[in-house]
């Protein structure tokens, strides 16, 4: 389950943040995930409840924004939505399709105190 090394990274930047920022409890953490990065939003949850537990982000809720796929293809160089990998190009049916974004997890904001 590689959502439980995601949330472990993520408390780690958060808990860097907090020296740095001084701030003392996050309430939300606002996430980016591609849509092709293969996490499951709810494990996330669970597996980041799990580990922050006793830390400044402890109890904090995660909100998503996902991010959709797109791909260029290397042969016509079109660039389209991917929903999959393996992708296609939809106009001269290339394979493979070079992808852009969608693969990606960030944090974007915080909201502390």
Known sequence: MHELS???SAVDL???AARRDGFVRVH???LELGALACVQPEALRQAFDAVSAGGVAAG???EFVTIPGEGECTRCAVVSPIVEEP???PVCRNAPVRVLSGTSMRIVDLEVE
């Open 87 to 89: 992708a296609l190009c």
């Open 6 to 8: 995601l949330a472990e």
């Open 14 to 16: 958060i808990a860097q």
């Open 60 to 62: 904090a809720r995660l």
């Open 28 to 30: 939300v953490v606002h």
